[in-house]
């Protein structure tokens, strides 16, 4: 017959195989990494941003121009030279063969003109009164891109003078608990039932005529009956088990801060 308890004791010896300080060392490792890793990319963003606005402007614009997406591109030139015709909303096309009056032209220059910290012009007028769009588009393409690149560099330095948000622990809890348990039962039950019974009978009988002797008549019989029933229930039952929960909590309270930059 299986023993459950016995069961129950062997799986309560196997509480090493689980790993919960291989568990709770991870969990802690882990958290540590990823508060020191947050940091070093706050440090590394702070860095990047210092060195981009510590470059002149044109450097700035020439190092980033070719990353304006064309997207850009087309929303600047929609607002600038709209076309309720064109299906980029911009009088600008590849394919066109219209030319810039002076209303436009103006605009266009306005809209692009760059000057540095000091009033320097970096970049003037691109196009005049009655310039063919087609044979300006590289050119229209490459000073939007400028214009939005110096639009970038004024923020950043926009950015500095306000100071960085940045993150900050300022109290961490690591919580682990480990839950293990084992049960077991073993039952056992028998029913046994006897049933008996015996029965004697006696039967007589007798018929008499006129004359008593001759005619007498008798007949006499027994019996003997016995039952005997015998019927026995029995049934085993073995339960046995464990049960493991790792729990694992990491709360981490952060306030943030600025750090003033000087570029």
Do not use: C
Not at 84 to 99: F, P
């Amino acid at each position: 017959m299986a023993n459950g308890t016995q069961a129950a004791v062997t799986e309560a010896t196997r509480l090493g195989e689980i790993g919960y300080p291989e568990f709770t060392t991870k969990l802690v490792s882990d958290t540590f990494d990823a508060i020191v890793s947050a940091n070093i990319r706050q440090t590394e963003a702070y860095i990047d941003l210092l060195n981009q606005v510590s470059k002149s402007l044109s450097t700035f614009i020439n190092d980033t121009k070719d990353d304006i997406g064309g997207d850009l591109i087309l929303q600047f030139l929609a607002k600038v030279l709209p076309d309720k015709e064109s299906d980029t909303g911009t009088i600008v096309a590849n394919d066109s063969t219209a030319t810039l009056d002076a209303s436009q032209a103006d605009a266009l220059n306005n809209a692009v003109a760059i000057t540095d910290e000091n009033g320097n012009e970096v970049q003037g007028n691109v196009v005049s009164d009655g310039d063919v769009i087609r044979n300006k588009y590289d050119v229209i393409l490459d000073v939007v891109a400028k214009r939005i690149a110096a639009d970038k560099y004024s923020l950043l330095k926009e950015m500095v003078k306000l100071g960085i948000l940045r993150l900050v622990v300022e109290h961490g809890v690591i919580e682990t608990r480990l839950t293990f348990n084992t049960y077991g039962s073993t039952f056992y039950n028998k029913n046994t039932s006897n049933y008996n019974r015996s029965d004697f009978n006696f039967r007589a009988k007798a018929k008499t005529g006129s004359f008593l002797s001759p005619w007498v008549k008798a007949s006499a019989s027994t019996s003997y009956s016995s039952i005997n029933i015998s019927t026995t229930n029995e049934s085993n039952r073995d339960i046995s088990g464990s049960q493991v929960q790792i729990y694992g909590r990491v709360q981490i309270d952060f306030k943030t801060d600025y750090l003033p930059l000087n570029a």
